[in-house]
């Protein structure tokens, strides 16, 4: 027997799927506290010695965190080859802009503090809250995008032709996917600044992230509401190979309003899913304002990872819906590598993911517990 069959096809596809989603539910909740504290540096932080305080709270961690955003991104150019390329080829711009504003936050790091002109540090900090927000909102937008179909289509070679444009992608439905993106890692970014900071920074945050809760619930309903109510989805109306080659073209779908719903009618303990949601954003805001500090940051970090787990839940077995041509929809049934490339690549995460995961643990224990202002104050024991 062939090593790789000790797994079947179909079910290292259906793995590979909740490794994507693991993958990007791990960058968000790490890489999204810091993207929540810079949005977050204008408004919580008055001082020089404040905004250093948020600053320091996220730079021991913040590079390492990145790593996820990496393995996402290499997981899918190798086990979603089409995906990778329809995704980052169509939303071109938008990757861009994000590359754009990530590369604005190590320089804003190293540079803010090379000179003590307050308008050199107030700049290098609007940089960091652009490298911040703008990453958050353009994810949220590509997750509204693809909740409504992207504009590509496959001709019979599958050669992809996208046909969408860059103010295409944002419009409304899009736009308010984008600021649940915002919202909720405004929460998480003020649960970490108030778990690291104390004083004034830390009760800013308290009193932001609380707002924050209270918009993310808000928010993510009325999301929910405007996908059922306006925004068709799309379902497969041919019989389902889940075993056979990675081949859009040999399916047939169609869009149908409501069709985002029907994994739920079909299986209704999927609800749990948006449920745990809405009730640890509503624990998180909780935590907040009864000062549990550790406990705000788990049930924010939980909310987070099941609002993105309820678009995966909600659009499988579409990985990428096409708007232009529903056949040409990339699912996860016919768009993956090969049964081997998957195997072999799912041997490398067994054994790299737990390190990665132990060293990631390691790293925040040793740096755990608050910022000390007086050591920022004299200079000692902290980068920025």
């Given at each position: 027997?062939?090593?790789?069959?000790?797994?079947?096809?179909?079910?290292?596809?259906?793995?590979?799927?909740?490794?994507?989603?693991?993958?990007?539910?791990?960058?968000?909740?790490?890489?999204?506290?810091?993207?929540?504290?810079?949005?977050?540096?204008?408004?919580?932080?008055?001082?020089?010695?404040?905004?250093?305080v948020?600053?320091?709270?996220?730079?021991?961690?913040?590079?390492?965190?990145?790593?996820?955003?990496?393995?996402?991104?290499?997981?899918?150019?190798?086990?979603?080859?089409?995906?990778?390329?329809?995704?980052?080829?169509?939303?071109?711009?938008?990757?861009?802009?994000?590359?754009?504003?990530?590369?604005?936050?190590?320089?804003g790091?190293?540079?803010?503090?090379?000179?003590?002109?307050?308008?050199?540090?107030?700049?290098?900090?609007w940089?960091?809250?652009?490298?911040?927000?703008?990453?958050?909102?353009?994810f949220?937008?590509?997750?509204?995008?693809?909740?409504?179909?992207?504009?590509?289509?496959?001709?019979?070679?599958?050669?992809?032709?996208?046909e969408?444009?860059?103010?295409?992608?944002?419009?409304p439905?899009?736009?308010?996917?984008?600021?649940?993106?915002?919202?909720?890692?405004?929460?998480?970014?003020?649960?970490?600044?108030?778990?690291?900071?104390?004083?004034?920074?830390?009760?800013?945050?308290?009193?932001?992230?609380?707002?924050?809760?209270?918009?993310?619930?808000?928010?993510?309903?009325l999301?929910?509401?405007a996908?059922?109510?306006?925004?068709?989805?799309?379902?497969?109306?041919?019989?389902?190979?889940?075993?056979?080659?990675?081949?859009?073209l040999?399916?047939?779908?169609?869009?149908?309003?409501g069709?985002?719903?029907?994994?739920?009618?079909?299986?209704?303990?999927?609800?749990?899913?948006?449920?745990?949601?809405?009730?640890?954003?509503?624990?998180?805001?909780?935590?907040?304002?009864?000062?549990?500090?550790?406990?705000?940051?788990?049930?924010?970090?939980?909310g987070?990872?099941?609002?993105?787990?309820?678009?995966?839940?909600?659009?499988?077995?579409?990985?990428?819906?096409?708007?232009?041509?529903?056949?040409?929809?990339?699912?996860?049934?016919?768009?993956?590598?090969?049964?081997?490339?998957?195997?072999?690549?799912?041997?490398?995460?067994?054994?790299?993911?737990?390190?990665?995961?132990?060293?990631?643990?390691?790293?925040?224990?040793?740096l755990?517990?608050?910022?000390?202002?007086?050591?920022?104050?004299?200079?000692?024991?902290?980068?920025?």
């Amino acid at each position: 027997m062939i090593l790789h069959d000790l797994i079947d096809y179909q079910t290292l596809r259906l793995i590979w799927w909740l490794l994507l989603g693991v993958l990007l539910i791990g960058f968000a909740v790490t890489d999204g506290f810091d993207l929540g504290v810079g949005t977050l540096l204008p408004f919580v932080a008055r001082t020089d010695l404040e905004r250093r305080v948020v600053i320091n709270t996220i730079g021991p961690v913040w590079e390492g965190n990145q790593v996820w955003l990496i393995l996402g991104g290499g997981a899918i150019f190798a086990a979603w080859p089409a995906l990778y390329a329809v995704s980052f080829s169509g939303f071109y711009l938008a990757m861009f802009a994000i590359l754009a504003a990530l590369i604005l936050r190590p320089v804003g790091f190293k540079y803010r503090s090379k000179r003590e002109s307050p308008a050199w540090r107030a700049g290098w900090d609007w940089a960091l809250f652009v490298g911040g927000f703008v990453p958050a909102l353009i994810f949220g937008v590509a997750v509204g995008n693809t909740l409504q179909g992207v504009p590509f289509r496959l001709d019979m070679d599958l050669r992809i032709f996208y046909e969408g444009t860059f103010f295409g992608l944002l419009n409304p439905f899009a736009l308010l996917c984008g600021l649940v993106s915002v919202a909720m890692l405004v929460m998480h970014g003020s649960t970490w600044l108030v778990l690291k900071a104390e004083g004034p920074v830390a009760e800013r945050a308290r009193a932001i992230g609380s707002i924050a809760a209270l918009l993310t619930i808000a928010l993510f309903a009325l999301g929910g509401i405007a996908l059922y109510l306006f925004v068709a989805g799309y379902q497969i109306t041919s019989p389902i190979v889940t075993d056979g080659p990675s081949n859009p073209l040999l399916k047939t779908a169609i869009t149908a309003r409501g069709a985002w719903f029907s994994n739920y009618a079909t299986y209704n303990w999927l609800l749990a899913v948006p449920a745990v949601g809405l009730l640890g954003t509503a624990l998180a805001g909780l935590a907040l304002r009864a000062r549990w500090e550790v406990a705000a940051l788990l049930f924010s970090a939980l909310g987070i990872a099941a609002i993105i787990a309820t678009v995966g839940v909600s659009m499988f077995p579409f990985i990428l819906p096409s708007s232009l041509d529903p056949r040409s929809s990339l699912t996860v049934w016919d768009t993956s590598s090969s049964h081997l490339t998957l195997f072999i690549m799912l041997v490398c995460v067994v054994i790299f993911l737990p390190l990665i995961l132990a060293y990631t643990s390691w790293v925040y224990k040793v740096l755990w517990g608050k910022v000390d202002e007086k050591a920022i104050r004299d200079g000692e024991g902290h980068a920025y």
